[in-house]
């Protein structure tokens, strides 16, 4: 039932782009995007709504199919920053009961 | 900013011992979440309420595991008793409503070790 992510990990040199895909075996009504650095707390960076809307925060955006059950955080140029775990949270349509991805460590070198 | 305020920051305790975390969440957010975080993988969800009311707890381990919301304001999450599988990050989180159509504010967390 946990969304899967993918790629699990990934390691970018600065400057380069990156996808993260987040996948679910259940109908959607959200998906939030988080990263998480190393002993912090997640930290929120964009929620996507059924209706199959993209959005963007800066260089990093994202899209949600909700026919596919399928949203994608795309990092654009990317900085040493954006180093952490990425984990996906979705609520299912109907229930809107809220679950955590698997998660993808991304690691970006200088 | 307002944040959500969680304490104590680091516990340690023997097995068979009872634990409790506070939880303060941001003023005004009806939504209130419990999330345990084992090294390496995602937030998982104990507990959410809505002001006073649990709206899910369906993966709280209830033998051991309890969580109120009294006055729908700060919370507490109680152990009793720990085992050693019950070392994790525990997380609150603060939603102004509970429709997930809200961005989720955490906490910094407990770093709970049970020896």
């Known amino acids: 039932q946990q969304p899967v992510q993918s790629p699990q990990a990934v390691i970018l040199r600065e400057g380069e782009d990156a996808v993260i895909n987040c996948s679910s075996s259940k109908a959607l009504y959200s998906v939030h995007w988080y990263r998480q650095k190393h002993g912090e707390a997640p930290v929120f960076l964009m929620i996507l709504l059924k209706g199959g809307e993209q959005k963007g925060h800066e260089k990093i955006s994202a899209s949600f199919n909700e026919k596919k059950q399928q949203s994608s955080l795309y990092l654009t140029a990317s900085q040493l920053s954006y180093s952490g775990t990425y984990f996906c949270?979705?609520?299912?349509?109907?229930?809107?009961?809220?679950?955590f991805g698997t998660g993808t460590r991304l690691k970006v070198l200088a | 900013e307002a944040e959500v305020a969680q304490s104590p920051r680091y516990k340690i305790t023997e097995k068979s011992q009872a634990v409790a975390f506070w939880c303060d969440p941001i003023s005004g957010h009806a939504t209130l979440y419990w999330y345990r975080q084992i090294l390496g993988q995602g937030p998982e969800l104990l507990v959410q309420f809505q002001d006073e009311s649990v709206v899910d707890d369906s993966q709280l381990p209830k033998d051991r595991f309890s969580a109120e919301r009294l006055k729908g304001v700060d919370s507490t999450l109680k152990i009793q008793p720990a085992e050693l599988g019950d070392s994790a990050m525990y997380l609150c989180?603060?939603?102004?409503?509970?429709?997930?159509?809200?961005?989720?504010?955490f906490g910094p967390g407990t770093r709970l070790t049970v020896t």
């Open positions: 989180a603060s939603s102004l409503s509970g429709l997930s159509s809200y961005e989720q504010y």
């Open positions: 949270g979705t609520a299912s349509s109907g229930t809107y009961k809220y679950i």
